[in-house]
């Protein structure tokens, strides 16, 4: 079992950048595929981004292809998605998760199996 632990959110306007962090406790974080999903108010949880356990393949949601980044460091148990060119519609609670199965990574949040709390991210115009 892992625990996820994001950090780094905040109030930011258009146009600037966050770096968010997610921390994982517990066995072997480099055996799970990482995600970034996020959710707005009154909408269903989205795919952001994914990575795969070496690190070495990741994948976007259109939305953000261009603008977002996402990396680990196996050795300090941490996934991070930088954030830049923010606009207002990027404002929602941003989760990490982690992918026990086999498969490279998914798009999906139903086949992820540990979810952190999230953590708020809010771009003003």
């Known amino acids: 079992q892992v625990q996820l632990v994001e950090s780094g959110g905040g109030l930011v306007q258009a146009g600037g950048s966050l770096r968010l962090s997610c921390a994982a406790s517990g066995r072997s974080f480099s055996s799970y595929a990482m995600g970034w999903f996020r959710q707005a108010p009154g909408k269903e949880r989205e795919f952001v981004a994914a990575i795969i356990r070496s690190g070495g393949l990741t994948n976007y949601a259109d939305s953000v292809k261009g603008r977002f980044t996402i990396s680990r460091d196996n050795a300090k148990n941490t996934v991070y998605l930088q954030m830049n060119s923010l606009k207002p519609g990027d404002t929602a609670v941003y989760y990490c998760?982690?992918?026990?199965?086999?498969?490279?990574?998914?798009?999906?949040?139903?086949?992820?199996?540990?979810w952190g709390q999230g953590t708020q991210v809010t771009v003003s115009s």
């Open positions: 998760a982690a992918d026990k199965s086999s498969r490279l990574y998914s798009t999906s949040p139903y086949e992820y199996d540990y």
